[in-house]
């Protein structure tokens, strides 16, 4: 594994579209050890592949644990959000913006369809926390950064 630059906004890779990814080989698997070594070093939980310069459709989300468990680490390929519902608002950080954090509204609930490491189909709701990490993710690969969906609160 090893630590690949993040890439910070500003850099015009990180408003364009990734591409699928199509195949589920040795290239993609190092990629995702490389991707989950970044995001711990740099202190995420979140990350996707356009942050260390690829335009591929791969994230991965560190999600919420329970109590004194350890946080589960998704990997999700190709992922497609195929419902959402409620709102939610919170506030959001990225390791491509460094030193920015605001208000963002997300959806409280999300479904997922999306593949793993080896291609294969998985769907899988998320809440809350979760929700909002795998939509921030997801939205990296097409080029939508957290503060684009900023909520300005009224005075
Ligand atoms: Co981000």
């Known amino acids: 594994m090893a630590i690949r630059d993040i890439v910070k906004d500003g850099e015009p890779l990180l408003r364009k579209k990734s591409r699928?990814?199509?195949?589920?080989?040795?290239?993609l698997h190092a990629l995702l050890d490389d991707m989950l070594e970044t995001m711990r070093m740099a202190d995420g939980v979140g990350i996707a592949a356009?942050?260390?310069?690829?335009?591929?459709?791969a994230v991965i989300c560190e999600l919420a644990a329970p109590e004194g468990e350890e946080g589960e680490i998704l990997e999700m390929i190709n992922p497609v959000i195929l419902k959402k519902s409620g709102k939610q608002i919170?506030?959001?950080g990225c390791?491509?913006?460094?030193?920015?954090?605001?208000?963002?509204?997300?959806?409280?609930?999300?479904?997922?369809?999306?593949?793993?490491?080896?291609?294969?189909e998985i769907t899988?709701?998320?809440?809350?926390?979760?929700?909002?990490v795998a939509s921030h993710e997801i939205d990296h690969l097409s080029g939508v950064l957290f503060y684009d969906k900023e909520v300005k609160s009224k005075k």
């Open 124 to 132: 899988r709701d998320f809440e809350d926390f979760n929700a909002v």
């Open 50 to 57: 356009p942050q260390v310069g690829i335009l591929r459709q």
């Open 90 to 92: 919170g506030t959001e």
């Open 95 to 120: 390791l491509s913006v460094p030193g920015k954090r605001c208000e963002v509204l997300r959806p409280a609930r999300i479904t997922v369809r999306f593949q793993d490491r080896n291609g294969e």
């Open 20 to 27: 699928p990814v199509d195949k589920f080989d040795g290239k």
